[in-house]
T-cell receptor, first 113, second 118 residues
Framework: GNSVTQMEGPVTLSEEAFLTINCTYT??????LFWYVQYPGEGLQLLLK?????DKGSNKGFEATYRKETTSFHLEKGSVQVSDSAVYFC????????????FGSGTRLLVRP | GAGVSQSPSNKVTEKGKDVELRCDPI?????LYWYRQSLGQGLEFLIY????????KSGLPSDRFSAERTGGSVSTLTIQRTQQEDSAVYLC????????????????FGPGTRLTVL
């Protein structure tokens, strides 16, 4: 079946540190991959996405590359800010679905000044 | 423009009572989704509405759960005879739907309703 596994949090970093949040998936074929972010008190927002192998999604300084060979979609940012503190969810949309999203359990990021 | 709204933001109920959760999607969005987020868990798909098509109810955990979407807009998720394991955050999302195609079918999420069953 389809599933998403992401690293457990919380991840605590100092401002300007490098961020990596690991995400791996299980799915048949070539699913679409997403990162969503949930800021405190807000709904989930799409952060970035990639729809085919070797695609790189990027937004707000965050990047993730679709790696078919390692079934991974790790989220990275070169220099985090306090305002990046949030919960980050990795998700996939199976090839055979135009709408159904399968989410990981989320990783909380805390950035200290 | 208004995003997806949900009400109430918090609901505390006693075991065995029925609850109704409301979702107002973004105007013009034909697709509507309900998810459940239990403590320490990812989002669990519950149900999907697309226009006038029959909904995909494959994620509903039991027959105590049901959802309606009236007039293709507002949706209500009803949980009958609530149990403590129903405690979670219930999230609603909407999207353009099939007209947008899968590549453009981004889901926009509401802030959620936190349900606590005592």
């Amino acid at each position: 079946g389809n599933s998403v596994t992401q690293m457990e949090g919380p991840v605590t970093l100092s401002e300007e540190a490098f961020l990596t949040i690991n995400c791996t998936y299980t799915a048949t074929g070539y699913p679409s991959l997403f990162w969503y972010v949930q800021y405190p008190g807000e709904g989930l927002q799409l952060l970035l996405k990639a729809t085919k192998a070797d695609d790189k999604g990027s937004n707000k300084g965050f990047e993730a590359t679709y790696r078919k060979e390692t079934t991974s979609f790790h989220l990275e940012k070169g220099s985090v800010q306090v305002s990046d503190s949030a919960v980050y969810f990795c998700a996939l949309r199976p090839m055979d679905s135009s709408y159904k999203l399968i989410f990981g359990s989320g990783t909380r990021l805390l950035v200290r000044p | 423009g208004a995003g997806v709204s949900q009400s109430p933001s918090n609901k505390v109920t006693e075991k065995g009572k029925d609850v109704e959760l409301r979702c107002d999607p973004i105007s013009g969005h034909t697709a509507l989704y309900w998810y459940r987020q239990s403590l320490g868990q990812g989002l669990e798909f519950l149900i999907y509405f697309q226009g006038n098509s029959a909904p995909d109810k494959s994620g509903l955990p039991s027959d105590r759960f049901s959802a309606e979407r009236t007039g293709g807009s507002v949706s209500t998720l009803t949980i009958q005879r609530t149990q403590q394991e129903d405690s979670a955050v219930y999230l609603c999302a909407s999207s353009l739907g099939l007209a947008g195609g899968p590549m453009l079918n981004e889901q926009f999420f509401g802030p959620g309703t936190r349900l606590t069953v005592l």
